[in-house]
């Protein structure tokens, strides 16, 4: 199945791998490299914390490492 990222990036061949309700706003995907990707719900809900929803974020703003693939130790 196809997801699109955070960023805006799409995802062919990803698994989720967050349970269903482990976060309120966000799931995450593994793709066929084992790198793993933050994805926005469909819904997101607002929090108390501000009445804003949350958006994507720019394509040209992910961070320089986004597209690496760590070992299960981080490195």
Same mark, same amino acid.
């Given at each position: 199945?196809?997801?699109?990222?955070?960023?805006?990036?799409?995802h062919?061949?990803a698994? /989720?791998?967050?349970?269903?309700?482990?976060?309120? #706003? /966000?799931?995450i995907?593994?793709?066929? &490299?084992h #790198?793993r990707?933050e994805?926005? &719900?469909e819904?997101?809900?607002?929090?108390?914390k501000g009445p804003?929803h949350?958006?994507?974020?720019?394509?040209d703003?992910p961070?320089?490492?986004?597209w690496? /693939?760590?070992?299960?130790?981080?490195?």
């Open positions: 199945m196809a997801y699109t990222d955070i960023y805006g990036f799409k062919e061949n698994t /989720v791998i967050s349970k269903q309700d482990e976060f309120h #706003r /966000v799931f995907i593994e793709d066929e &490299k #790198r990707f994805c926005l &719900k819904h997101p809900e607002a929090t108390h804003s949350w958006k994507l974020a720019k394509q703003t961070p320089d490492n986004y690496d /693939v760590f070992d299960s130790d981080g490195k």
